[in-house]
């Protein structure tokens, strides 16, 4: 039947249930077909294409392994084609057996509401056809409407259907029965937290709804005209059964299926799933709620899902897209081990572990001894202590700033065998009041004087973590230039203290190469991974792809900027090659404070270092390889003046080893590009 024809029949027969029978019928049919031509002009775009909320799916990088998901409704919608055709028809033999013959607005069931409203004086909501009740859906729920808009889409009044009716019919003008149908399973509301027929298939049984069988589509469709009430799981299981007969009665005498096909349904014994979606963070699989904690930090920064945090939240929640992270779930799970036997989960303190991708800035793992989540147990927390963020600055990392020095002297034109002698203490031109300066100067001393002291070069001096070489260095390069480098190497000086000094002190600012300034683990791998990168520091990222729920792939922005000759980079990697028990390209190494490293990696090239801040209130180990770069820093969170002592050095060191040793995987065995010889000694 043609919309045209359909909304002539429905004024005829308003005109005839109000009594106005003096209206001529052809006058009816005119005005009808002025009617339905302005309908079409002033259907609403979103019945159309309804804009439903959909849940985001957050996955490892192997596009399989769900993290979590985020939404505000349980929703994703599916093709009609992914819906098993016996779901289709109960829910038509449910709802609206004369589906297909109507144009919108089914006749008979609409003289007989009219008469129904008219005897018991007041509106109903009988009569209602799935076009009908898809209008109400997407209007009730339409995010471009005022709250009373919405309102009005459910309202027990006569003026609501008759606006039902306006929309319906111009809607099946529109749209084919395949397509009204397909949005209506879509939208439609199930129970218990699901809304669509892809969450209701997942909820209630537990299956994908191409693979509902008759008896789980005949209780799915009977649930929807009391959908919380007889949800089989959060309501009463006796009246979704009680639903579920009544569905099957309707196939069977609509001609859907056949006697023995309802018999069979009827006898079938059905299992419920109940299986919950989970929802953010806190629920995230595999102890990944620290990575996912980082992620939607990551999100509520990307102005291409919105100009505002809430509206970036909004379409996280709302939007239906397919994430696939950069996490390996392989790597997150052997990070976590190694922190947690360094560690118990509720010991004090904490060795958070962070490992990335060099070349990609891609985030592999975040993991720390501590589960994500809220509550009085010292083991949960949602502060972000690997990622930092919000009032989380991080930790200092003693000596690994050394490296910063070091690149600044190269840039500078210094070579590796720049050497100097290195005393037990240097007094320094710097000024300092506190109570280890020299007659008002700034003097540090060697941690252990009888094997750092003596004639050092960048390759022993980062070896073996001489101090006073390295504020030595400092003072020839300046600090300025140590702290611009490491700037440019994403070192964000995020502590206010560190910012201020940053800004305005730097020149001065002696103590800056021994790594007194607050970073994370995160942080710091990322800005090794730029020597292994060839000087290419690409920003951390937690995304590999976006895609939207109409297939559309995001465009993600590059991270990746070259903020170093890449033959500076090989020769602070060949520096680096010291701490950790290898060797230089040129022989150089004499020493290094984490030789355990290179024997527990033992699979290819290796370098980092240590870092032990005063009085060892923290231990920090960073390595990398030409494929990946991890850092992990023990330390108390809750009390920086805590000491971690000494003693655990050698743990982290073998933690992170550990770590990079799983991550590196067949890349293990790859090298390191060598230095230049000018590089190395200059001329």
């Not at 005498?253 to 929802?279: C, M, W, Y």
């Not at 595999?286 to 291409?304: K, L, N």
């Not at 010291?578 to 390209?585: D, K, L, R, T, W």
Request: proline share 5%.
């Amino acid at each position: 039947m043609s919309a045209r024809r359909n909304m002539a029949g429905v004024l005829v027969l308003v005109a005839v249930l109000a009594g106005v029978t003096a209206i001529p019928v052809g006058a009816v049919l005119a005005a009808g077909a002025r009617w339905e031509a302005r309908q079409r002009a002033e259907l609403p775009a979103q019945l159309l294409d309804p804009p439903t909320a959909q849940l985001t799916r957050v996955y490892a990088n192997d596009g399989k392994t769900l993290i979590t998901t985020f939404y505000d409704e349980d929703r994703q919608d599916v093709a009609l084609d992914r819906i098993a055709p016996v779901m289709r028809n109960a829910i038509v033999a449910a709802e609206d057996t004369r589906f297909y013959e109507h144009g919108g607005v089914d006749l008979k069931g609409l003289a007989r509401a009219f008469v129904s409203d008219a005897r018991r004086g007041a509106a109903e909501q009988g009569a209602s056809t799935l076009t009908m009740q898809l209008v109400r859906n997407v209007l009730k729920k339409d995010p471009t409407l005022t709250a009373a808009e919405r309102a009005a889409a459910t309202e027990d009044s006569a003026g609501r259907k008759l606006r039902e009716i306006q929309y319906a019919v111009a809607l099946e003008s529109r749209l084919s029965k395949q397509q009204i149908l397909r949005n209506y399973l879509n939208i439609v509301y199930f129970g218990d937290g699901s809304y669509g027929i892809e969450a209701a298939a997942r909820h209630i049984f537990g299956v994908a709804p191409a693979r509902l069988d008759l008896a789980q589509s005949a209780l799915i469709a009977g649930i929807v005209q009391s959908p919380d009430a007889d949800n089989p799981i959060g309501g009463d299981r006796a009246k979704a059964k009680e639903r579920q007969a009544y569905v099957l009665g309707a196939m069977r005498k609509a001609g859907l299926i056949t006697q023995a096909q309802h018999d069979a349904a009827v006898r079938e014994k059905l299992t419920f799933s109940g299986q919950a979606q989970p929802n953010g963070c806190v629920e995230a699989a595999g102890g990944s709620g620290f990575f996912c904690d980082y992620f939607e930090r990551w999100w509520d920064t990307q102005a291409s899902f919105g100009a505002t945090k809430a509206q970036r939240e909004n379409a996280l929640r709302r939007g239906g897209y397919t994430i696939v992270t950069t996490l390996d779930a392989g790597v997150q799970r052997a990070a976590a081990e190694q922190s947690r036997k360094v560690y118990a989960l509720d010991s004090r303190k904490t060795l958070p572990i962070a490992v990335v991708q060099p070349g990609t800035g891609k985030v592999l793992a975040l993991a720390v001894n501590r589960e994500y989540g809220t509550g009085p147990s010292l083991t949960r927390t949602v502060n972000p202590l690997i990622s930092g963020g919000g009032s989380v600055h991080g930790y200092p990392s003693g000596s690994t700033f050394k490296l910063f020095t070091m690149l600044a002297a190269l840039e500078a034109g210094m070579p590796l065998n720049t050497g100097y002698d290195s005393p037990s203490k240097l007094v320094t031109p710097w000024p300092d009041a506190g109570p280890g300066s020299c007659d008002g100067r700034y003097c540090p001393g060697n941690a252990n004087p009888a094997w750092m002291d003596g004639y050092r070069t960048m390759w022993t001096a980062f070896g073996r973590s001489v101090n006073t070489y390295f504020v030595h260095l400092e003072e020839q390069v300046g600090p300025a230039a140590a702290v611009a480098m490491a700037k440019r190497l994403g070192i964000s000086f995020s502590a206010p203290a560190d910012a201020e000094l940053a800004a305005e002190g730097a020149d001065s600012w002696g103590s800056f190469t021994l790594g007194v300034v607050d970073t994370t683990p995160l942080e710091l791998a990322s800005a090794y991974a730029t020597l292994a990168a060839d000087g290419e520091y690409c920003a951390p990222r937690p995304v590999g792809s976006i895609t939207g729920p109409d297939g559309a792939a995001v465009t993600l922005p590059s991270t990746c900027t070259r903020v170093l000759d890449p033959g500076i980079a090989r020769a602070a990697t060949d520096a680096a090659r010291c701490p950790v028990g290898q060797q230089s390209a040129f022989g150089q190494c004499d020493g290094g404070t984490a030789t355990a490293a290179g024997d527990i990696f033992g699979r290819g090239d290796l370098a980092g270092k240590t870092g032990s801040t005063e009085d060892n209130r923290t231990e920090t180990f960073v390595g990398f390889t030409p494929a990946v770069a991890a850092a992990g820093i023990a330390n108390d969170p809750a009390d920086p003046s805590d000491r971690v002592g000494s003693a655990v050095e050698a743990r982290v060191v073998a933690a992170v080893a550990r770590t990079l040793r799983v991550a590196a995987g067949n890349a293990g065995s790859a090298t390191f590009t060598p230095p230049s010889g000018r590089s190395a000694y200059g001329g």
